[in-house]
């Protein structure tokens, strides 16, 4: 098993974050990515349809890597929020949208309408993504691995 490239760990974690599964070759570090069942529509399934079958023929081969759960990405807001000047505006408005009813919506929309805060998280946000995804591949070696 050869390393993935720091090219190829960010594309998976850009790609998952837009909704997408990576199916990734532990043998030749081969990587596909579907989208998760969420939004995919098997009637509109003739993209896929190669990978798909790639999949199924060397089921063995391949090991998921999906996006982080809802208590992770929550995580990445909360970490973001910790990192911001204390007393500021923008802390404690996130602060606020994260203990609401939907905080998922509302730091979105706060975030959103920050300025150049909005950018940070993003940066932030992407940073998150890349050291996700190399945990989640250093676990599937660690354990999901012959």
Request: net charge negative; aromatic share 14%.
């Amino acid at each position: 098993m050869t390393a993935l490239t720091s090219e190829q760990i960010k594309e998976i974690a850009d790609t998952i974050d837009c909704g997408f599964v990576c199916h990734w070759n532990i043998k030749n570090n081969r990587l596909i990515f579907i989208p998760n069942d969420e939004g995919f529509d098997p009637a509109y399934n003739d993209a896929w349809d190669e990978d798909i079958k790639e999949l199924k023929t060397n089921s063995s081969e391949y090991k998921e890597i999906e996006k982080p759960d809802s208590t992770e990405s929550f995580r990445f807001m909360e970490d973001f929020t910790d990192e911001l000047p204390d007393n500021t505006r923008i802390k404690v408005t996130l602060i606020e949208a994260l203990n609401k009813r939907k905080p998922f919506r509302e730091f979105k929309y706060e975030i959103d309408n920050s300025g150049d805060y909005r950018q940070l998280w993003f940066d932030f946000k992407n940073q998150k993504m890349i050291e996700y995804v190399k945990d989640r591949i250093d676990y599937i070696i660690k354990y999901e691995t012959d």
